[in-house]
Structures are given as structure tokens and as C-alpha cells.
């Protein structure tokens, strides 16, 4: 009787829905794509479970040319079962899901024309659309409004402290002393050597000394560290030597000639401000990456600093100063600009593959190059604002934090090499903020690589 019915319009109807199905599973079989369904059963887990890996960003879906169903890159699902998959039958007793303590790297939007990946969720900062926020609050606002040691609170806790924290914080970074066995290690290192090198060498003799003393909470670590990063980077001033209350004033007591007038304190106050804190940038990624293992807040600003010391991320500072250098000296701006292209390299200072339409950082800190103008001569912001203007007219480039950083830094009178230091110092504030994160509600951050060597072989 079956074999009748299959002889039906019914049942051809049915063998061609059956057979377009398995053509279009080959299709997509070839072509390395999923669907949903069977995305999911091959991570063991439901649909929802499987949504949720895409929204959070450890997933990308695509999409059919022809109709709405979501597909998924085979290799992608493979990488991702490595991570989410049961092991050996069944999950290791002491570890949640391993979605839960595993950070799995996914490429962003293919439509973000921004490098990177998504490894993590934080609160501590925002960038959307161009527009930098510290939890929650506009950069703007923060960099007109606030002081130096209300953002390290702000970042820290999540919420603006009232005036008795911000004072606290202050007199513990003005009345700083460095422990002789710290002085003694940073000795060791000498006065010649760099400031970020000083700023690293003062982080393992910070920790083991702070061992010997009392225990002290997570956030009093993060106050200690704060105040005592000045200090390393020279000499302290003598007695009656000009400064003010908190990080500014600490800092502008080793510039020459320094009053720590309102108005520096303010401008220095705005740059370091600035360079609090930028997501997750490798710095951050360094020291959330060591805060996940456990160590101790030293260690994780530690490995922060570390990072700076490669010239891709912290060496921009360095150039943009040999850059101004060469035009102090008789160069001409499009000299300068020629040599960077003749040797295929961007101008030193430009440039931001988040901020395509600029870096608002940057325009806050050419406002406050302004302000500082005004009282120190316009020679060298007039000097940054013709080369600005070339290289926007050459290479459609804007600066970037870097660029006016620099030129504030040392127009207030900074020497050499203090630009890439004071930003290490307005960083740890970020540093911190995301250790602290990171410590509560840790999870290790394991990522994974997708492996591109010779295939399976055997020693025999």
C-alpha cells in the first residue's frame, strides 16, 4: 500500500522538500556555515543558551542573503565547544559552566571597522558611537567638572564620593612619604633612568613591603599606590618646595620654576583626568588578565606598566617629542611629514581606529594646551595646531590623547620623557578600577586561539 501512496503528487511533493533540504545542507556544509538548531546541538546547549553567546559577543551570527534565519561560521561553533564543551563526560566539580570562567574571544561586528575583540563586560567605561564615558558620565563633563582624586574614587567604586573621600584621598597623595626599603630599590635603579622604568621598579618593593605591614582593604592598596607613583619618579622636592594638595599639586613641586599656581593644578588635573581610563585597551587587558589569576593589586598594576614599555602601545609619547625636537631645531613641518611617509609610518600622535571622527580626548586636552598657552607663551601650541592642521590637510588624520597630552605636559615644563610617565600615573586610576572589578566576581580569563599549524602527526 506504502508504495502507491508514494506515487502521489502528495509524496513527490515531499520528496522534493526533503531533497532541497539536503541540498541546502550541503550547500551550507560546504560553505563552512550552521544553522541555529544545529549550532546548538553541537554545543549541547539550547537556543537561548546560544543567543546569549552572540549578544554578550563571544559568538558572531550572519545572516542568508535570502530570508532571516541566523547562521553560524562552522570553525567558530568548533572553537567555542572547545571552551563550553563537558569534559570527559562531565564538568570538573569545582568549575561552573565554562562560559561562565573562560573568556572566549570573538571577532566584534564585521561592520566595526575597529580592531579587537569582545573578552569581557565591564562597568567601569563606555565608548559608543565615538563618545568616551566614565561609568556613565560623559568625558566632557568629567574633565570640566571633577578633580583627579574624585574620578580615582568615582572609577573605583562606581559612584561619586562625597567631599570627605575626595579630601582624604587628597592629603594621603600630598603627604606621601616613600619606606626607606622602597627608596632603596628605586636607588638601585638610579636617577637616570627612565620615568616609566622608576615606575615599575617601585611596584615588587611596594608589595613586599606593604606584607610586613598590617592588612589593608583592596581599595587602601589602590589609595596607597596612587600616592606613592609620584614619588618614584625622581628625587623628592625639598622642603618648601612649591606644590599643592593631591596628584597635581604632587607632581608639578619636581617642575622647575613650578609655583603650582591654580591654574596649573587645574590644567594638570584635566590631563591626568584624560588619561584615567579608555576600556579595554592592553594595559587594562594586562593587568585585568593578572588581577583574574589572583594576584595582588601591585602585581596587576605592575603588569600594566610593563606593557607600556613596548613602543606600539606606551612609545607614542617618545615620538611625538623627537618629533617637536626636530622642528625646535629648524625642521619644517612638511619635512617632517614627508620623512614619515617616505618610510611608510603614520605621524606619531594621529590617528584612532575607535574614533574615526576624531578623539575627544584630544579635543579637551587642545582646549586646555589653550588655557596653558596664556601663561607660558603660544609657541609651542601654535607649533602643534600647524602641524595638526597639516596632517589633517596630508593625511586626513585628527591627533589623537597622545598628541596634546604631550604638548600640555610639557608646556607646563615637564623635561623629556615625563609625558608618557604622567599618563602611566592618570592610568593606574584605571588600572585599579578594573582589578578591583575583575576581584569581585573573578573568573579566570583563559582565552583561546584558534590553532593555524601543521596538521595532526606522529612522532613514529
Request: proline residues 6%; aromatic residues 6%.
Amino acid at each position: 500500500m506504502n508504495r502507491y501512496h508514494l506515487t502521489t503528487p502528495a509524496a513527490h511533493g515531499v520528496i522534493l522538500m526533503v531533497a532541497t533540504r539536503n541540498l541546502e545542507r550541503a550547500n551550507l556544509e560546504r560553505a563552512g556555515m550552521m544553522t541555529a538548531g544545529e549550532a546548538a546541538e553541537q554545543l549541547g546547549v539550547k537556543l537561548g543558551t546560544l543567543y546569549a553567546y552572540v549578544s554578550r559577543g563571544w559568538l558572531k551570527s550572519y545572516r542568508r542573503k535570502v530570508g532571516r534565519q541566523a547562521l553560524y561560521r562552522r570553525a567558530d561553533i568548533e572553537a567555542l565547544r572547545g571552551v563550553v564543551s563537558n569534559e570527559r563526560g562531565r564538568r570538573g566539580r569545582s568549575l561552573p559552566a565554562a562560559s561562565t570562567w573562560v573568556t572566549v574571544a570573538q571577532p566584534k561586528s564585521i561592520d566595526d571597522g575597529a580592531p579587537g575583540v569582545i573578552v569581557a563586560e565591564s562597568a567601569v567605561s563606555s565608548i559608543n558611537e565615538g563618545k568616551l564615558a566614565y561609568r556613565g558620565y560623559p568625558i566632557e563633563e568629567i574633565v570640566a567638572h571633577a578633580s583627579f582624586e574624585e574620578v580615582c574614587l568615582l572609577l573605583w567604586s562606581g559612584e561619586r564620593p562625597v567631599a570627605e573621600e575626595i579630601a582624604a584621598l587628597r592629603a594621603e597623595i600630598h603627604g606621601a612619604q616613600m619606606p626607606t626599603s622602597v627608596a632603596d630599590a628605586l636607588a638601585a635603579v638610579g636617577d637616570d633612568a627612565p620615568p616609566l622604568l622608576r615606575l615599575e621598579a617601585v611596584m615588587p618593593s611596594l608589595a613586599a613591603w606593604d606584607r610586613r605591614q598590617p592588612p589593608r582593604t583592596r581599595i587602601d592598596r589602590a589609595k596607597l599606590i596612587i600616592s606613592q607613583l609620584p614619588l618614584a619618579l625622581a628625587q623628592p622636592p625639598a622642603p618648601g618646595a612649591p606644590g599643592g594638595p593631591g596628584m597635581a599639586g604632587r607632581l608639578l613641586g619636581w617642575v622647575p620654576g613650578s609655583t603650582a599656581a591654580e591654574w596649573e593644578v587645574e590644567a594638570l588635573d584635566r590631563v591626568l583626568i584624560a588619561c584615567a581610563e579608555h576600556e579595554l585597551n592592553a594595559s587594562t587587558f594586562a593587568a585585568r588578565v593578572i588581577a583574574s589569576t589572583g594576584a595582588d593589586l601591585f602585581a596587576s598594576v605592575l603588569s600594566a606598566l610593563c606593557s607600556l614599555s613596548g613602543p606600539i602601545h606606551g612609545g607614542a609619547c617618545d615620538r611625538i617629542e623627537a618629533m617637536f625636537a626636530e622642528l625646535e631645531n629648524g625642521a619644517r613641518v612638511d619635512q617632517c611629514l614627508a620623512a614619515f611617509t617616505r618610510e611608510h609610518r603614520l605621524p606619531p600622535g594621529f590617528g584612532h581606529a575607535i574614533y574615526p571622527d576624531g578623539d575627544p580626548r584630544a579635543a579637551l586636552l587642545r582646549q586646555v594646551a589653550q588655557t596653558i598657552a596664556k601663561h607660558r607663551g603660544r609657541r609651542l601650541f601654535e607649533t602643534a595646531f600647524k602641524v595638526e592642521g597639516s596632517v589633517s590637510k596630508r593625511d586626513r588624520l585628527r591627533p589623537n590623547l597622545d598628541f596634546y597630552l604631550t604638548v600640555c605636559v610639557r608646556m607646563l615644563g615637564f623635561p623629556r620623557s615625563m609625558p608618557a610617565a604622567i599618563f602611566a600615573i592618570g592610568r593606574a586610576s584605571g588600572w585599579i578600577a578594573h582589578a578591583l572589578e575583575q576581584y569581585a566576581d573573578n573568573r579566570l580569563i583563559r582565552p583561546r586561539m584558534r590553532y593555524r599549524g601543521a596538521a595532526l602527526r606522529h612522532w613514529e
